[in-house]
């Protein structure tokens, strides 16, 4: 294969054989350009054998594409920028829908998100999709080539790139690789997608054969005589590949995985092998003539064959290099790239007087090929024919080779150059006749599969010969005759009728024996003529909308589809009845009707309208039971119902108290003892039960029509009473059956009825305790004297105590000279370690007796201070006695170390620290800097500062 860009020069222009064509792009990818995916180790080579051996079958040079990274040619490396160049290339081929184009691709593949890619020479890992190729981008590319059969031959089973090559541990194929690299299913191609393995399998490669294992036994099978199709080439494949993966690691398995866009891969993937025979003439013919194939140090002898020619059989697009040596004659050279099939060589040597002139080469070739071709009357071969002459002008005379149609022999001029080689292509003309053809409606013409561009009725100049004519019309069958034309002759065929498509519809509805109409697209019906069940044709466009008609029930519409020529159980429809009309009629009149529970609005006499059926039919009136019938509503139609008399309905309600006094109020109607039986309506009923001192009682009672009910309640609560309680003095206390009220007397409280106990206390007077009756709906009001306590005695003085410092106290060492006062105690603080002292319970007068002058500072906007004179603050009159309970007081200023121990406890963050301090580099005063910092979330004082007192806090 590494002469395929070198050949490719020489062969390009050649032309193709008639027929089906194969198209291939193999890419290959063994080592990365930035190391960032790991190497493989036969990617490339299977690459290279892929295509090759489609060349060694025939497939034509510059219809094969190998890109891969040993390529010395830039343009030909496997990165996603020539992959989709190339698949560019393919889409401006002509090709037809007998072609086929095979993407085949070795390398690595990976899932990133939810796009497929495939790892092409230039991936980064870090940058899959920039730097990959998207299986999406290949898809896109693949649409637009106009092949007619698609294979993708993916050998990249493999998800993790980083895991090393085909076989290698956690490298089995993702669910969503495989999902993208599948083909979509009913596509108008043929496209199929054959992998090496399937999902949540591996890929595994055999060292012994150079090979991976899907590649080698796809090698294998791709090597018969004949021509193969996709289908049993993944036959083939999956079982060999199968059997070596079970015998090979002990029933682990790869499988490989065919997915078919239309069910069945029957097209052709490879034509069958073609030899390529070369028949050599020389002039003289007594030369010999030696051929050598590229690589060959040595030509060989051609002998003559059985015939008496000189023929080799070689495989196609062989580089051969010819020699022919004769006495007399000037030694000649020829050089030529083999083809399919036959072909011819003519070697003119010049004598030996005409050496002088300059011999150059020259190709012949006819469409189509095998014609013979006679150089200056001389038969020199058939084409294609290579020809070595002298400079000049020739007559070259064509004569078609024998087919089914004939052809016009022609005679050309061919005139060769100093310099490059000679082509001379020629086409035969067909040898016409003319056809006229007809139709029952206008047709489109086909002669031979192609659109001439012709419509029914015409007449037509077609090649003599057999042709197939075919006339095709839109929702009608192709029709096609087979005609045979001689030259110069008139061919009058009978008119041909268009069969329109159309399927066969069986029609069911539910109740049968409903009309069938056609719905038209301007909403006309159209009578189909027949009624339920039945069946129709449906013509093209194969589908219809069809209307069904039955008295008594509604319309119903059903779109029907078919395919031509088959029968459609269409949908069974179900006809809805019409509403129909039924006269209720009650006594009294005025009920309201209700069908099947629904109410209608409607009240008797009525004509009511209703579904079609059975139907349960209730009349509601107040005071009356309801009464409920049933009724048959005809579809479409009037009935009357049999007249129906309405029962009154009266309930009874009797309600009761235990306490005799108890009224009875219903519905907020005069009050009646309790005992009286009242006639009421059925329903819900407010009744209220009261009497003088006692709390009302609300009751709602629901009765059915005709029910009589009785109700006997417990006796009414009594309703709280207002106690107003007073006490000389004013002011004092009130507990009130063991509940301090909020308010001293004078005060006015609502007990319950009863025993009352009651407290009175006040200062510097005997608390008061009494009993008071208060009776149902009676106030009471009463005043109650306090007696006043004589003067307390002085409070004795305690005594000292003897050891006022307790056990393990210290005070820090920087407190110098400290003694313990007497009669004092101490102690140590628990969080902060500070010494403190205990400050004994004492009074003292606060405040001042008159308004005292005092100095105070006033402090201007920009900080400047000014000495004032001002008033005492109103709230420091008058002067009072005031007592301070005991407590403990720290004996020194809180200093930075122990203020640093708060601000972390509480844990004070930077947006609430001003609001307790200034930290160092945040304060410009001359007279005190800070000295506590903030390191990180954490405060701490300046080194030497841990026992000053802490300055600058608010």
């Not at 089914?404 to 310099?419: G, I, N, Q, S, W």
């Not at 140590?828 to 010494?835: L, N, Q, S, V, Y």
């Amino acid at each position: 294969m590494r002469r395929l860009g070198w050949l490719l020069a020489v062969v390009m222009g050649l032309g193709t054989a008639q027929g089906a064509e194969t198209y291939v792009l193999a890419v290959a990818v063994d080592k990365y350009r930035y190391g960032t995916v790991s190497e493989l180790k036969f990617a490339e080579r299977d690459a290279e054998a892929f295509a090759n051996a489609f060349v060694d079958r025939g497939v034509p040079l510059d219809h094969v594409t190998l890109l891969m990274t040993r390529n010395p040619n830039v343009l030909d490396r496997p990165d996603s920028t020539n992959i989709i160049d190339r698949l560019e290339r393919f889409q401006r081929v002509d090709m037809t829908a007998d072609d086929t184009f095979v993407f085949f691709f070795s390398g690595h593949g990976i899932q990133v998100g939810d796009e497929s890619y495939l790892l092409t020479e230039e991936t980064r890992m870090n940058d899959v999709a920039r730097t990959a190729l998207a299986m999406a981008d290949v898809r896109k590319r693949l649409e637009g080539i106009k092949a007619g059969n698609v294979l993708l031959l993916i050998d990249a089973c493999r998800n993790d790139p980083k895991s090393g090559g085909r076989g290698d541990i956690d490298n089995a194929m993702s669910d969503e690789f495989g999902k993208a690299i599948r083909p979509k299913i009913d596509t108008a191609r043929n496209v199929a997608t054959f992998t090496a393995c399937a999902v949540g399998q591996r890929a595994y490669e055999m060292p012994e054969m150079q090979h991976g294992a899907f590649t080698y036994f796809l090698l294998n099978s791709i090597n018969t005589p004949n021509s193969i199709s996709v289908a049993q080439l993944a036959d083939s494949v999956t079982k060999q590949v199968s059997t070596w993966a079970e015998r090979t690691f002990g029933g682990v398995k790869q499988t490989p995985e065919l997915t078919v866009s239309k069910g069945v891969a029957a097209f052709a993937l490879v034509p069958p092998k073609v030899e390529s025979i070369l028949q050599v003439r020389s002039d003289p013919a007594t030369a010999k003539i030696y051929y050598r194939l590229d690589g060959e140090a040595q030509g060989q002898l051609m002998t003559p064959g059985p015939d008496g020619r000189l023929t080799v059989t070689l495989k196609p697009y062989t580089h051969l290099y010819l020699t022919a040596v004769a006495p007399g004659y000037v030694e000649e050279k020829l050089e030529l790239v083999t083809e399919r099939g036959p072909q011819w060589c003519r070697i003119a040597m010049r004598p030996q007087k005409d050496a002088a002139k300059l011999p150059t080469d020259a190709v012949v070739r006819t469409t189509p090929p095998g014609g013979m071709v006679m150089i200056d009357g001389v038969d020199s071969g058939s084409s294609p024919l290579f020809c070595r002459l002298p400079v000049g002008t020739y007559r070259v005379t064509l004569v078609p080779p024998d087919s089914e149609r004939p052809y016009a022999k022609k005679t050309v001029e061919l005139k060769t150059v100093e310099t490059g080689a000679t082509e001379l292509r020629e086409p035969f003309d067909f040898i016409k006749g003319r056809v006229r053809i007809s139709s029952d409606k206008p047709a489109a013409i086909f002669i031979d599969g192609e659109n001439i561009r012709r419509i029914t009725p015409a007449e037509l100049d077609v090649p003599a010969g057999n042709c197939t004519i075919e006339l095709r019309l839109d929702g009608h069958l192709d029709d096609r005759v087979e005609v045979r034309v001689k030259p110069n002759d008139l061919v009058e065929v009978p008119q041909r009728k268009m069969t329109p498509l159309f399927f066969k519809a069986v029609i069911k509805s539910e109740p049968a024996g409903a009309e069938v109409f056609y719905k038209e697209s301007n909403g006309r019906l159209t009578p189909a003529g027949i009624e339920t069940p039945d069946s129709l044709f449906i013509e093209y466009p194969l589908e219809r909308t069809l209307v069904f008609k039955r008295a008594g029930y509604d319309d119903a519409e059903l779109k029907v589809k078919g395919e031509a020529n088959q029968t459609v159980e269409a949908p069974k429809v179900l006809l809805n009845p019409k509403p129909g009309t039924i006269f209720v009629a009650s006594m009294p009149f005025g009920a309201a009707i209700l069908v099947d529970g629904k109410d209608t609005g409607l009240k008797t006499p009525a004509n009511v309208p209703a579904p079609a059926g059975e139907r349960e039919i209730t009349l509601r009136l107040e005071d009356h039971e309801d009464c409920i019938f049933k009724a048959t509503v005809p579809a479409g139609q009037f009935a009357p119902a049999d007249p129906q008399v309405l029962k009154p309905c009266i309930s009874c309600l009797t309600v009761g108290c235990k306490l005799g006094a108890a009224t009875v109020i219903i519905n907020g109607a005069e009050p009646v003892v309790q005992g009286t039986a009242v006639n009421v309506k059925p329903g819900k009923h407010e009744v209220v039960l009261k009497a003088p001192g006692y709390v009302e009682r609300r009751l709602t009672i629901e009765l059915k029509p005709g029910e009589r009910k009785t109700l006997l309640e417990d006796a009414l609560a009594p309703a709280k009473v207002a106690v107003t309680i007073n006490s000389t003095p004013v002011g004092a206390t009130v507990i009130l059956n063991g509940t301090k009220l909020e308010r001293p007397t004078p005060v006015t409280e609502l007990v319950n009825p009863g025993e009352l106990t009651l407290k009175l206390e006040a200062p510097d007077h005997k608390p008061l305790e009494d009993k008071l009756q208060v009776a149902v709906g009676t106030a009471v009001e009463k005043v109650w004297a306090l007696e006043k306590l004589p003067p307390p005695p002085p409070p004795k003085p305690e005594p000292p105590k003897e050891d006022p410092v307790p056990a393990g106290f210290r005070v820090p060492d920087y407190l110098t000279g400290w003694k313990a006062l007497p009669n004092a105690k101490y102690r140590i603080a628990e969080k902060d370690g500070m010494p403190q002292v205990y400050v004994a319970r004492t009074s003292y007068t606060m405040g001042s007796t008159d308004l005292e002058r005092h100095d105070f500072w006033e402090v201007l906007g920009k900080g400047e201070r000014v000495w004032v004179n001002g008033d005492a603050f109103r709230g420091e009159t008058p002067a009072r006695q005031v007592t301070v309970t005991g407590f403990w007081m720290d004996m020194h200023e809180v200093t930075n170390a122990q203020y640093c121990l708060f601000l972390n406890d509480m844990r004070v963050d930077e947006g609430e620290r001003q609001s307790w301090i200034h930290i160092a580099g945040e304060w410009d005063n001359p007279f005190a800097s800070p000295q506590i910092e903030r390191i990180g979330s954490r405060y701490k004082p300046r080194n030497g500062f841990e026992h000053h007192p802490v300055i600058l806090v608010s």
